[in-house]
């Protein structure tokens, strides 16, 4: 019985030690040694850029006046939907947020509400697809198709 009584007293001291080290492991963090950073504040609030003068300003708004233009000449529903995806790719989106929910809302709320018959190809119909359901038009994913023709069912919002 001693010889029992033994080892259960060294598997009990072994368990202790395995629980008390699993414990420090546990609080233990590595460290990274990572240097500190060489960019002080001031030194990053002292920093110009030759982009920050009026003709920059000036020159900017012109540009967003042309993509305003952009949005008001192309009458084709293809050439908007490239366009907002564009806009959207060069992460511009931000900034024409009013003329794209304007054209997607034109683009969406056809005459007849049933269906949404595009005649144009495969690509059309995809961007056209992809763009309303990016920006929160219930477009539904049943497609009719028929002799050159490619159906999209809209549904009301």
Known sequence: MDYRKQMQDDLQFVQGQMKAEASDMMHQRRSANYKPTIWKFDFLQS????????????????????????FDVSVDQLAKLEL?????????????????????????SVKN??????????????????????HG???????????????????PN
């Open 47 to 70: 920093l110009t850029s030759q982009y920050d003068g009026e003709e920059y300003k000036m020159q900017a708004e012109k540009l967003k006046e042309n993509v305003n233009c952009m």
């Open 84 to 108: 907002i995806d564009s806009i959207r790719k060069l992460g511009l989106a931000n900034l024409f947020k009013e003329e794209i929910e304007e054209a997607l809302h034109r683009i969406a």
């Open 113 to 134: 509400k049933k269906a949404f018959i595009v005649e144009e190809d495969l690509h059309a119909t995809a961007l056209r697809f992809r763009i309303l359901r990016q």
């Open 137 to 155: 038009y219930k477009v539904s994913q049943a497609y009719r198709l028929m002799p050159n023709q490619i159906g999209l069912y809209l549904s």
